[in-house]
């Protein structure tokens, strides 16, 4: 595919991600965000372009870029139609992907026209590495995530528990990334990132960690195969907007897009 000479880029949902993405995509004179799809009542808010409440009038504003920023129901409820119009779609919420007919969707929509479904690193490293490994041969692939017990609040998977209660480092998941993905769908995207670059939702481990002691978001990412073994860890500092999310997400979400016109690209 040719690179674009301009990068017209539609938002779903108007964020913590979205907004720090919208703040620096203007510092790039070949990125544009023509406008964002959010709920009715939030159209009132301040922002440097349209904020609209249907799909039809942030597809008149002319992207050829969709950015999904809104969680899982929005995947559900935009990714078949977005593709349809034959428009690439870079999808946030990897985690919902865990859902298999929702899967099957996004995969049979992107094939039957000409989009593309794009999947960032978000907060993960080591995926470029992942990728390389699942191509020679894997025989397993972890990923660890360790966060401030209140980081987690609001998951399916701690309801019943008092995160503010617990006083030292707390396992509070483990199993496979797609029960990891739905059970913390807010939070446990980097598992649905890891499962889609390597061995899948259910051949992929997942540990997540509570732990008072953690000033930072730390994942570690583990496989092994034909290569060798490899061991992956960052320690990101939270976003200031959303405790739940890494700052690097909105800049690897921000490389993804600016990538698609540049030159070089790494």
Known sequence: MARESETRVGLIGYGA????????????????????????HECDQEAPFPLVDALPALLS??????????????????????????????????????DGDLFNLVTNAAAQSSAQVILPAGALAGLDGLGAAARAGL??????????????????????????????????????AGEAALAFPK???????????GLGFDKTEVNLIA?????????????????????????????????????????NILRSIENRSEAIVV
């Open 17 to 40: 991600i979205a907004r720090e993405v919208a703040k620096r995509v203007t510092e790039n004179p070949r990125v544009t965000i023509v406008g964002a799809l959010v709920l009715p």
């Open 61 to 98: 504003e002319k992207p050829n870029l969709i950015v999904e920023c809104a969680g899982h129901a929005a995947v559900q409820a935009y990714a078949g139609p977005v593709l349809a119009e034959g428009l690439d779609l870079m999808i946030i919420s990897i985690g919902a992907l865990a």
């Open 139 to 176: 025989d397993w692939v972890r990923i660890t995530s360790r966060k401030p017990p209140l980081s987690w609040s609001g998951a399916p998977g701690v309801e019943g528990v008092d995160l503010a209660a617990i006083t030292e480092e707390t396992v509070i998941f483990s199993g496979t």
């Open 187 to 197: 939070n446990a995207n980097v598992a649905a990132t890891t499962a889609l670059g």
């Open 211 to 251: 732990d008072p002691a953690a000033e930072r978001n730390t994942h570690v990412l583990e496989f092994e195969g034909t290569p060798g073994y490899y061991r992956v860890e960052t320690a990101g500092l939270a976003s200031a907007d959303n405790p739940k999310t890494s700052m690097l997400t909105a800049y």
